[in-house]
């Protein structure tokens, strides 16, 4: 599954952390800014993962469905 780039429209990986493609976050930020971005996202979103995993069993269920 792909999703699209909010600046020019190519298609990027759905898992990806962030929401345009490398060539624009670069073109934005400049490219040791825009991995310090990527990074930090991914850190984030694997706290979160975590998070969810620490949920009680009855509400892991309920994920389930
Ligand atoms: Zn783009």
């Given at each position: 599954m792909y999703k699209k780039c909010i600046?020019?429209?190519a298609e990027i990986p759905e898992e990806s952390v962030i929401d345009f493609c490398s060539r624009c976050g670069k073109?934005?930020?400049g490219e040791k800014m825009f991995n310090a971005i990527v990074q930090n996202m991914e850190e984030?979103?694997?706290k979160g993962d975590l998070?969810?995993?620490n949920l009680p069993e009855t509400?892991?269920?309920f994920k389930n469905f």
């Open positions: 600046y020019c429209g073109g934005v930020w984030a979103r694997s998070v969810s995993t509400q892991k269920e």
